[in-house]
């Protein structure tokens, strides 16, 4: 296979349309940013360099390029004038032999399929200069490929420069571009920005090295949801739903069930194993990992989270969280970072779980806070207990063994440690420690104040009920 020497990716425009702080290229579809899709797409060509050229939004788009590509080279142009500008900038300083492709940092749905078939026709037919091309039923605002008698391209024209007839034509220019080293820098050295936006247009290049006498050609791609560039929020949105429907279809046909593919979103750093099932509005996010027979959702969003086999997570959000096998979570828990459940325990209805290891079998099953905290195995945490972790100041941790029985609504203030089977009063404030074995009861002893009711309350329907029930008046 041939490889192109250079790649170009195009990345320093404004992105005005997007009405954003951040940079267009920036903006995330599934858990990557549209840049981070067009370099994952280019990467398994194996150029030899790669040089992505930035300008809007320099710093932070170097730094995630940083990031994402560290042995890219980043070429600053400070002004944009122009596609062809860019690739001029981009030139100066690459390899002078070879080939190089161009592209986009706004296409984010290109494949890397689709790039290495396009490179393949290059080099099959001695082209020096191939574009990327594709019929759309409403071309509007892309270049439109002009074909001579042959069929063969002669030139691209802009949106702005057409004529009538060279606006109907539907075969646009996608702004993928293999070209011939020497043949593209002779060519952008002619470039002038005789055109309606004053700039220096790449798609001149392609007319320019034709009338040199050499090969260019028009590469037309079947699946046009390929190409699509963004420009403004209502694109990036139809682009997420596309990429959402490619990542579902891949997991369905490696034998996930998803209920409802249309509500499912998962980024495409998951990975979950065959025969999980995910029930509706669930998101999965980042590089959450989901094991065989797990049943998600539905409405759970899991962010970072490794799910072990068999364990069912239903209408909950959980975050940089470890989920073990055949554990129960939900409905209505939140799991935040740090949450470590170990096998078949449970996190159940309004229960927060933070920092925290939940020990294998234990449970939290009602109402809870649970935060900084080590809980042992088979130990159950009555409903509405709260772990007290922060005194205004600090957080301290709590521990508690195996075997233990915390009685609903103990308030756990840390530091403090419940030995080992271990019991804590319902309704208990416990400030100091519970040895092994013991109960700690830590709450005012109840008084009965006999007939209060009837002669505090009188005439009141408790009064009348009180009264029907043999109740009378005295202490
Ligand atoms: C361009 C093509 C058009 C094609 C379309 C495909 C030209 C003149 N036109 O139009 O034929 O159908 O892409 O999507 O090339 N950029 C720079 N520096 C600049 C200008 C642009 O880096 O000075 C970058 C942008 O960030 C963007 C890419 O080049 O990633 C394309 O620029 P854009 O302004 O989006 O061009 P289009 O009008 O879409
Ligand atoms: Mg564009």
Known sequence: MNNPDVVIVLAAGEGTRMKSSVSKVLHPIAGRTILGHVLEAVKPLQAKELRVVIGAHKEAVQEHLTQIAPTATSV????????????????????????????????PLLSAQTLKEFVAIH???????????????????????????EGAISRIVEERDATEDEKAISEINAGVYLFDNSALREACAKLSKDN?????????????????????????????????????????????????????????????????????????????ANDVTIHPGSVISGSTSIESGAVIGPRTTLNNVIVKAGAKVIESTCSDSEIGAEANVGPYSFLRPGTKLAAKAKAGAYVEIKNST????????????????????????????????????????TTVGNEVRIGS???LVAPVTIGDGAYTAAGSIIT????????????????????????????????????????????
């Open 432 to 475: 100091e420690d519970v040895p092994a074995g013991s109960i700690g009861v830590a709450r005012a002893k109840q008084r009965n104040v006999l007939g209060w009711v009837l002669r505090k309350r009188a005439g009141s329907s408790s009064a009348e009920a009180a009264k029907r029930a043999g109740a009378t008046e005295r202490e």
């Open 358 to 397: 939940i020990g294998e079998g234990s449970k939290v099953p009602h109402l809870s806070y649970v935060g900084d905290a080590t809980i042992g195995s088979g130990t159950n945490i009555g409903a509405a207990t709260i772990f007290v972790n922060y005194d205004g100041v600090e957080k301290h941790q």
């Open 123 to 149: 080099y099959a037919n001695n082209s020096s200069a191939s574009v990327l091309t594709a019929d759309l039923p409403d071309p509007f605002g892309y270049g439109r490929i002009v074909r001579d008698d």
């Open 76 to 107: 600053y142009q400070a002004e944009r004038n122009g596609t062809g500008h860019a690739v001029q900038l981009a030139l100066a300083g690459a390899a002078t032999t070879g080939s190089v492709l161009i592209l986009a940092g706004d296409t």
């Open 196 to 272: 309606s936006q004053g700039e220096l247009y790449l798609t001149d290049v392609i007319a320019l090295i034709k009338e040199a006498g050499k090969v260019a050609l028009a590469v037309r791609t079947n699946d046009y949801n390929e190409i699509l560039g963004i420009n403004d929020r209502s694109q990036l949105a139809e682009c997420t739903m596309i990429m959402r429907d490619i990542i579902n279809d891949r997991i369905m046909k490696s034998g996930v069930t998803i209920i409802d593919p249309t509500t499912t979103w998962i980024d495409v750093d998951a990975t979950i």
């Open 409 to 411: 609504d103990t308030m």
